[in-house]
């Protein structure tokens, strides 16, 4: 359906461009931006393995062109974020979201296919996630699996922030797609679709009258099963959120700062982060300043304050950090409370999610 989509948006001319991602193998691609619609067939799928960080790679085009994706609910919430800051025009960018239970760290998980599954990275063809099971598929045709939990319990299944993320169903999107709520008769043949701003309905519409993807109402068990779905890996998030912060309720400020001492100054947590629009004149890109107070440089102060209301919550920090810092858990320890508050989750201007009430008539 995501693949769908995009190819009738760019062929009938809704956008200019997509981004894509191209693949190197199973664990790796980067993103693309693409005319061609033969590189929006070739990007089908879904890669578990993959953190591909859009948001950054959207900004170098300036606003030039108009541009659709398919994006996590984290990354939609960059764009967002990136949209408040003035620096992505958001009526030039079309979104599509992905259902996203967790990404895995592409280099832990070459490792544990060899190590746990007993298999050669280079030879895993194709991916799969079902019944909460890693499934690689191997060029012979032979399928291994392994499930998530085993693999969380030795730290080797997803990356630590995903299995506390709050956001799963992308309803900060134009539109929310996903596989919970698929009926049996459709699981691998459909894709659950939340039509979440008129834009959204623009690009679906396009896609039926296309001829490029069909459109039938989600049952009202459907919709209830997506529901509950979402609301057992909520739980699940609440409870390894607890798990992981409320310890660190007790942290003191001494030991905060002791986390630090290992920076190196590189700046590759600001780099990566998709809220970031600060320039190379803002203060947050000055490391130890002579007139740095507290002892924490005022970079780290900064972001600490600036990452309160925006963080995203993908944990690219703490992915680059040389030092090992555990960033994400730092920043959220700040961001966790204000955006609990605020119900300010998933990035929306108005912070709740504007449900475009579209009826099926509508679209076909
Ligand atoms: C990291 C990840 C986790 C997921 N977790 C869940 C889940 O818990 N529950 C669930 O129901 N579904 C999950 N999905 C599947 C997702 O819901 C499907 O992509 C969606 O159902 C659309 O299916 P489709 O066949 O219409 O997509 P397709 O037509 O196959 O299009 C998928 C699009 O997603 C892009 N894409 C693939 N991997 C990534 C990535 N890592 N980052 C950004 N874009 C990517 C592809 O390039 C393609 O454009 C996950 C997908 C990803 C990428």
Redesign the pocket.
Known sequence: ???SV?AGALEKGLVENVV??KKSNQYEAVPVLTSDVNDVYA??????M?I?NPTKYLRQFQNDTTIAL???PC?VRGIREQQKRNVIDGDKIFTIG??????MMPYKIRKVTEEVYGVNPDEVRAEE?EKGKLILETADGEHHSQSIDELEEEDNGRRENCRYCVVKIATNADLA????GVMPDYLGKG?FVEVMTEKGAEFLRNAVAGGYAEVKEASEPAAEARGKVNGIMLKMSAKTKEDIFVPLKSQTLQEFKKELENCISCGACKAVCPPCACGPEAKCTVFNDPVDNYDISLFHMIRFLHLMDSCVGCGQCSDVCPADIPLARLYRKFADPMQDELNFITGMDDRTPPFFDVKLEEVQ
Do not use: E, F, P, R
Request: charged letters at 5%.
């Open positions: 359906m995501v693949t995009l894509v991602l990007s089908v799928g879904s890669m578990h993959l591909s398919a994006a996590k990354d992905l259902n996203c239970g967790g990404t996630i797609c996903g596989n919970w894709t």
